[in-house]
């Protein structure tokens, strides 16, 4: 295998973002002040479930291949990776594409093309997620051998190997079936770990904080620090750990107007179908409304309500600890999802900020909970 050395090109830091690609795009690459960032995931792209090739439709061909030239006009330092799957990638395709090495192979070699044609820096695979043993034994054949191609069409071209990293669960543990941890770790330049959407209405049928960094009343349960202790301990280094945070909330209709704190019953969705809600239509929502907000400093999130509705989101209070912390724990640094939900950059440029100016003399840990 190759010196592991050689597969980072990073600076040693990751400050990143996915940018979701669309047709009607309301929120265009050219938006985003790509100075706060390091690494820029453009999202997603598909796998053809016959093929089993990576594919980008015809509708965002266009904005997908100028995506570099683009971001790059504001930081020529800014890495692009194109990511490959998504929460609405279908399940059975990558897990098919994945199964034998055949299809890995088209995968692989499909992904490699279409990166250096766009001029991406690296490839992203967002296989949410691999959900029995075998799937997660065929993730790891599949990451071994996507990076043996990678040197291999490195050392071939005399091109700087693709970076290779992957969005994980916030947990190595997806429901009793382990990620292989091993192979993440010899095979990738850095896993980014999805720290949210914990509560949601559409899974959750009372309220919660969807991105708890600390969970108080039962430190196993599921929050970020919970799933990170586990990953490390599972033997991933802190310095392939990237951590994440959401520029999305979650909005519940609540059954009693006067129950509403954490736990509350709910009637479902509120504000969409979902209940999804980026950070830049909560803050309109806030001041439209009147609603009252809550900082958590136990688990390291906000809430706010409004009669029946409740939604539960980070803010830049919560954003520059979960960085300050991110930072403290040695790890490789931060991703949010996504830059086009954030309020004119303003969580972009607190997080940026605050990583520059967390100093690791004040004591290597954690952030407290309560802090």
């Known amino acids: ?52 090739e990576v594919t980008i439709s015809a509708a965002n061909s266009c904005q997908v291949s100028s995506f570099t030239h683009t971001v790059k006009d504001k930081n020529t330092d800014v890495q692009t990776l194109l990511s490959i799957g998504g929460k609405d990638a279908d399940k059975a395709v990558l897990a098919s594409m994945a199964s034998n090495s055949k299809n890995r192979k088209a995968f692989i ?20 997620y691999p959900s029995n043993d075998v799937e997660m034994a065929n993730f790891g054949k599949l990451v071994k051998e996507w990076r043996a191609a990678v040197v291999e069409e490195s050392d071939r ?79 991933l280094p802190a310095k392939k750990a990237v951590l994440g945070f959401s520029y999305c909330g979650w909005a519940w209709t609540l059954e009693d107007a006067e129950n509403n704190g954490y736990d509350a019953a709910t009637d479902g969705a509120a504000i969409s179908p979902d209940g999804s809600i980026t950070y830049a239509k909560i803050r309109n929502y806030i001041i439209d409304n009147g609603a009252a907000t809550f900082h958590d400093p136990a688990v390291i999130g906000f809430y706010c309500y409004v009669g029946t509705t409740w ?14 912390y991110a930072k403290l724990k040695g790890l490789l640094g931060y991703f949010s999802w996504h830059v086009g939900a954030d309020y004119n950059c303003g969580l972009s440029r607190a997080a940026s900020i605050a990583w520059d100016t967390t100093e690791l003399s004040t004591g290597h840990g954690s952030v407290a909970a309560g802090e």
């Open 157 to 235: 071209t005399n091109q700087l190997p693709l970076l290779l990293t992957a969005a994980v669960y916030y947990s190595p543990d997806y429901y009793g079936e382990e990620y292989p941890v091993q192979a993440i770790a010899d095979n990738l330049d850095f896993v980014n770990i999805m720290a949210y959407d914990f509560y949601g209405p559409g899974w959750s049928p009372v309220t919660g904080p969807p991105a708890a960094l600390f969970d108080p009343s039962n430190p196993a349960g599921r929050s970020g620090d919970s799933g990170l202790s586990k990953w490390l301990e599972a033997k």
């Open 311 to 324: 939604i539960g989101y980070d803010d830049n209070q919560s954003i520059v600890s979960k960085v300050r």
């Open 1 to 52: 295998m190759a010196d592991q050395t050689q597969f980072l090109r990073t600076n040693s830091i990751v400050k990143a973002s996915y940018w979701v690609v669309k047709p009607e795009n309301d929120f265009p690459a050219g938006n985003i002040d790509s100075t706060r960032f390091t690494h820029l995931f453009c999202a997603f792209a598909d796998v053809d479930s016959s093929t089993h």
């Open 109 to 128: 070699d499909s992904s490699i093309d279409i990166a250096r044609k766009k001029d991406f820096y690296g490839l992203d695979l967002a296989w949410e």
